[in-house]
């Protein structure tokens, strides 16, 4: 079992730039969501997709947006990215909408 | 609303002492508790969970918590801390849906030789 896959491991992209970053759940798990964390901070939870549709949301702008497909792997996008959007972005899977297995996260820096 | 909050950011500790890692949560409905450890440039990897079962949760490499609600408390322990155990803890709060997780800003764990 590969555990909870994101790619890519880092990312660098310039202010104003779109990003895409991508999960592949734990075998098995059905729910997706998504956590920033920047440095220095816990996890923020941005938002869960179950059934390929958004199911939760915490307190981030519309420019963060995701999609779940259905094998259910996920995508989330950042538009018009900011220096503040410099984070390491991390993926959690769940069964059913349990408690969350964690990917290795994505290292995005904005410059 | 639900929130956590762990009481210092980084905690050193000798080899072999007790470690103790403390965590208040804030909730209007009796939550689902967790800790999860984070190793550098890793992702987080869950310790243990309270799910209103045992008060006393214990979890892996040695680590135990105990829910105390009159205390709004889910503090973590170790009888005897081991090198390996260097990483950074975080605890974590949601209500009885598993709806959206709260993570504490995390406590640096550093053990001395």
């Known amino acids: 079992d590969a555990g909870v896959t994101q790619s890519p491991t880092h990312l660098i992209k310039t202010r104003g730039q779109q990003v895409t970053l991508r999960c592949s759940p734990k075998?098995?798990?059905?729910?997706v969501s998504w956590y920033q964390q920047a440095l220095g901070q816990g996890p923020q939870f941005i938002f869960q997709?179950?059934?390929?549709?958004?199911?939760q949301r915490g307190n981030f702008p519309d420019r963060f947006s995701g999609h779940q497909f259905p094998n259910y792997s996920s995508e989330l996008n950042v538009n018009a990215l900011l220096l503040g959007d410099s984070a390491l972005y991390l993926c959690?899977?769940?069964?059913?909408?349990?408690?969350?297995?964690f990917g290795p996260g994505t290292r995005l820096t904005v410059l | 609303a639900q929130s956590v909050t762990q009481l210092g950011s980084h905690v050193s500790v000798s080899e072999g002492a007790l470690v103790l890692l403390r965590c208040n949560y804030s909730?209007?409905?009796?939550?689902?508790l967790f800790w999860y450890v984070q190793y550098p440039n890793q992702g987080l990897q869950l310790l243990l969970k309270?799910?209103?079962?045992?008060?006393l949760v214990k979890g892996i490499n040695g680590f135990e918590a105990e829910f105390k609600k009159s205390e709004t408390s889910f503090h973590l322990t170790k009888p005897s801390a081991h090198m390996s155990d260097a990483a950074e803890y975080f605890c974590?709060?949601?209500?009885?849906?598993?709806?959206?997780?709260?993570f504490g800003s995390g406590t640096k764990l550093n053990v001395k030789p």
């Open positions: 075998s098995g798990h059905d729910t």
């Open positions: 974590a709060v949601s209500d009885r849906n598993f709806n959206k997780f709260y």
């Open positions: 997709y179950y059934e390929e549709e958004e199911r």
């Open positions: 959690a899977s769940s069964l059913a909408a349990r408690e969350d297995f």
């Open positions: 309270y799910t209103s079962a045992a008060t």
């Open positions: 909730s209007s409905v009796p939550p689902y």
